[in-house]
């Protein structure tokens, strides 16, 4: 059974940055794709980023182009995503997700997952 568990959430200012971790248990790997959603309250999940199972193949939510980068390490089984210039609207519970049957690819919906962690907080405040 394939676990997974964030962390590196936490407050930090406008304009700031987060690393947000990914650590998967269980299962290899290297046959995921792995996406990161964020759900903010009364709203739904939507997806942020995710990374193929290569990793050579990765997708941005508008919200994230040009600020936030996805990367894993498939040695240490931990995907990452960087966050750079937060803004106060990206508060929200972020989530990571593992799917085995996207292959070369990955998506930016929630429906391919099988697998998800429990989320981490990120508050973006002053």
């Known amino acids: 059974q394939l676990q997974l568990v964030e962390s590196g959430g936490g407050l930090v200012q406008p304009g700031g940055s987060l690393t947000l971790s990914c650590a998967v248990s269980?299962?290899?790997?290297?046959?995921?794709?792995i996406g990161w959603f964020r759900q903010a309250p009364g709203k739904e999940r939507e997806g942020v980023s995710c990374?193929?199972?290569?990793?050579?193949?990765?997708e941005y939510g508008d919200s994230a182009k040009g600020r936030f980068t996805i990367s894993r390490d498939n040695l240490k089984n931990t995907v990452y995503l960087q966050m750079n210039s937060l803004k106060p609207e990206d508060t929200a519970v972020y989530y990571c997700?593992?799917?085995?049957?996207?292959?070369?690819?990955?998506?930016?919906?929630?429906?391919?997952?099988?697998?998800w962690g429990q989320g981490t907080q990120v508050t973006v405040s002053s």
């Open positions: 990374i193929s199972s290569s990793g050579t193949r990765t």
């Open positions: 269980g299962l290899s790997l290297d046959n995921y794709a």
């Open positions: 997700a593992a799917d085995q049957k996207l292959f070369s690819i990955c998506v930016l919906s929630t429906g391919p997952y099988d697998y």
